[in-house]
């Protein structure tokens, strides 16, 4: 139950919203009907037509929804192989070896909507809405650079106990808090829609992209799982919620589904659309997509009956296809899945991870408890440290990558897109990500992860010398001035 509080809060937000939405302009993109009507015409599509749309993809000029339905509906096992083979390409072409990392934070969980899957929904008695003191707040951000990390998404409830204002505070602080070397450089934003005054204040913070998820695009499921008279109910305040944000000022936005509500294959052609929509309507689309699989949560039934859970398999192929249908978008694996999976999806297209996690909170004080149900979410499937996991990436023969100088050289939003366009991603974020990784091991790694992570940077030298000898000897005067003591280097 709401309190009296938190209701008239609610409220006021909602008719400030219905109000919003009463005059908004902008016409809803998603036409249920019409995904239906593409994934019956795709079905069981001939061989060639496959081969042809592989072909197109392989060319990294992104696919129609139409064409993404044909691989989306593709029966035949070879097939998919040759899918994961080209998603494998195009990842390598544009994004190289680099992996970038972030950590998720969760600030608050108090939330006055009653998502039916979500563990933090309000009517969920088992778990218990806390809200971290700066106090408390400072010391989660100590623990997080203190492994290493230096970009953060941070993730709120929608609650008057985590306002606008309180984000604000909330971000200005995380960015002051230093231990050692260690600071965050990057923090990122998960949270509900916001009026676009409100986005401008995040903007004025220095935030670094704003991420909302969708759930489901399928309207009727959408209804039906955020309950009528939440704040969430609303399916177009949502929809256009980073529409707002770039109307903002807010270059770098993020979308997502939550796979597990709906059919998977819908879902992935909605997030199409979307991303179609902000590009037509600010000449960039999403800065990028999230594919997470609902969890197990306290107290949650629908979260694991749910008639749409999604296979491992088939998570494989949404990664995949996606990789085909926008080849410049950056992809997020979450540590919701376990690392066997992730070990296998991370190649398919993946961009960027999160490691380390804890997304109780309070977590990462209490690191060495893998899972606090009563303060969590959902359950997470990935909790090895960070220094496992970037040991792991480093026997792969990935670079993992704590960077954040795209953001604060101004490659953001539309000029991020011409640059990732000219291949200039691998050009200067690689040479980035090798100096943040180097800093990660001289101040963080363990002797193992060191001597792993040093054999890939002598090995990215290697190959660089022979095919650019002028820059790899300008990364090597940076990493011999990192060994020296200096720290943030880039180019
Ligand atoms: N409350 C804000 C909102 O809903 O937009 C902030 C984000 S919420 C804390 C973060 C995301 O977690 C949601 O957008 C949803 O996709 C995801 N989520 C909720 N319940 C989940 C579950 N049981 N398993 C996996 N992800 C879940
Ligand atoms: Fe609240 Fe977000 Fe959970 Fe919905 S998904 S109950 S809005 S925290």
């Known amino acids: 139950m709401l309190s009296a509080a938190e209701r008239s809060w609610a409220e006021e937000r909602l008719e400030r919203i219905l109000e919003h939405e009463a005059k908004e302009k902008r016409r809803d993109f998603i036409d249920d009907a019409k995904i239906e009507a593409l994934l019956e015409e795709t079905a069981n599509p001939a061989k060639e037509r496959v081969r042809d749309v592989l072909a197109k993809a392989r060319?990294?000029?992104?696919?129609?929804?139409?064409?993404?339905?044909?691989?989306?509906?593709?029966?035949?096992?070879?097939?998919?192989?040759?899918?994961?083979?080209?998603?494998?390409?195009?990842?390598?072409?544009?994004y190289g070896n680099r992996i970038v990392l972030f950590a998720p934070l969760y600030i608050s969980s108090p939330c006055v909507n009653d998502c039916i899957y979500c563990g933090f929904r309000h009517s969920n008695s088992q778990v218990r809405g806390q809200?971290?003191?700066?106090?408390?707040?400072?010391?989660?951000?100590?623990?997080?650079?203190?492994?290493?990390?230096?970009?953060?998404?941070?993730?709120?409830?929608?609650?008057?106990?985590?306002?606008?204002?309180?984000?604000?505070?909330?971000?200005?602080?995380?960015?002051a808090t230093r231990k050692g070397n260690g600071e965050i450089r990057r923090v990122n934003v998960n949270a509900a829609p916001l009026f676009v005054d409100e986005y401008r204040q995040l903007k004025e913070v220095g935030i670094g992209t704003?991420?909302?998820?969708?759930?489901?695009?399928?309207?009727?499921?959408?209804?039906?799982?955020?309950?009528?008279?939440?704040?969430?109910?609303?399916?177009?305040?949502?929809?256009?919620?980073?529409?707002?944000?770039?109307?903002?000022?807010?270059?770098?936005?993020?979308?997502?589904?939550?796979?597990?509500?709906?059919?998977?294959?819908?879902?992935?052609?909605?997030?199409?659309?979307?991303?179609?929509?902000?590009?037509?309507?600010?000449?960039?689309?999403?800065?990028?997509?999230?594919?997470p699989r609902l969890q197990p949560a306290v107290n949650?039934?629908?979260?694991?009956?749910?008639?749409?859970?999604?296979?491992?398999?088939?998570?494989?192929?949404?990664?995949?296809?996606?990789?085909?249908?926008?080849?410049?978008?950056?992809?997020?694996?979450?540590?919701?899945?376990?690392?066997?999976?992730?070990?296998?999806?991370i190649p398919l297209g993946v961009s960027q991870v999160d490691a380390g996690s804890r997304i109780a909170i309070g977590g990462y004080e209490e690191m060495e408890r893998e899972h606090i149900p009563e303060r969590e979410q959902f359950q997470l499937g990935d909790t090895r440290s960070l220094?496992?996991?970037?040991?792991?990436?480093?026997?792969?023969?990935?670079?993992?990558?704590?960077?954040?100088?795209?953001?604060?050289?101004?490659?953001?939003?539309?000029?991020?897109?011409?640059l990732a366009k000219k291949g200039f991603v691998k050009n200067f974020c690689t040479p980035n990500a090798v100096l943040t990784f180097k800093e990660y091991l001289l101040d963080y790694a363990s002797p193992a992860t060191r001597q792993a992570g040093e054999k890939v940077i002598k090995h990215y030298l290697a190959a660089l010398?022979?095919?650019?000898?002028?820059?790899?000897?300008?990364?090597?005067?940076?990493?011999?001035?990192?060994?020296?003591?200096?720290?943030d280097l880039y180019f």
Not at 220 to 244: E, I, M, N, Q
Not at 389 to 413: H, M, N, Q, V, W
Not at 465 to 487: C, F, K, T
Request: one cysteine or more; proline letters at 4%.
């Open 387 to 418: 220094d496992d996991f970037i040991r792991e990436l480093c026997e792969d023969g990935y670079i993992p990558s704590f960077c954040t100088a795209g953001y604060r050289c101004g490659r953001t939003g539309e000029h991020f897109m011409s």
């Open 300 to 345: 949650t039934p629908y979260a694991t009956s749910s008639p749409y859970l999604v296979a491992d398999e088939d998570l494989k192929k949404i990664v995949a296809v996606l990789r085909c249908a926008v080849p410049y978008t950056g992809l997020i694996l979450t540590a919701r899945e376990r690392p066997e999976l992730r070990r296998e999806v």
């Open 210 to 291: 704003f991420q909302v998820f969708q759930e489901t695009y399928h309207h009727a499921t959408y209804a039906r799982l955020h309950p009528r008279g939440t704040l969430k109910h609303v399916y177009t305040w949502r929809l256009f919620s980073l529409h707002r944000a770039e109307e903002a000022g807010i270059d770098d936005v993020a979308i997502g589904a939550l796979f597990g509500l709906y059919k998977w294959r819908f879902e992935v052609l909605g997030l199409l659309y979307h991303a179609q929509d902000l590009e037509r309507e600010f000449g960039v689309g999403p800065h990028t997509i999230s594919f």
């Open 59 to 94: 060319s990294l000029v992104g696919l129609e929804p139409e064409e993404a339905a044909v691989l989306l509906n593709n029966t035949d096992e070879d097939l998919w192989q040759e899918t994961y083979a080209v998603a494998r390409e195009i990842k390598q072409e544009i």
């Open 465 to 487: 010398e022979a095919s650019h000898p002028a820059q790899a000897q300008a990364v090597r005067e940076r990493l011999q001035r990192l060994e020296a003591g200096e720290r």
């Open 131 to 175: 809200t971290l003191t700066w106090e408390q707040l400072e010391k989660e951000v100590q623990a997080l650079v203190t492994r290493g990390h230096k970009r953060l998404i941070v993730v709120y409830g929608e609650h008057p106990a985590s306002d606008i204002d309180f984000m604000c505070e909330s971000i200005r602080r995380i960015y």
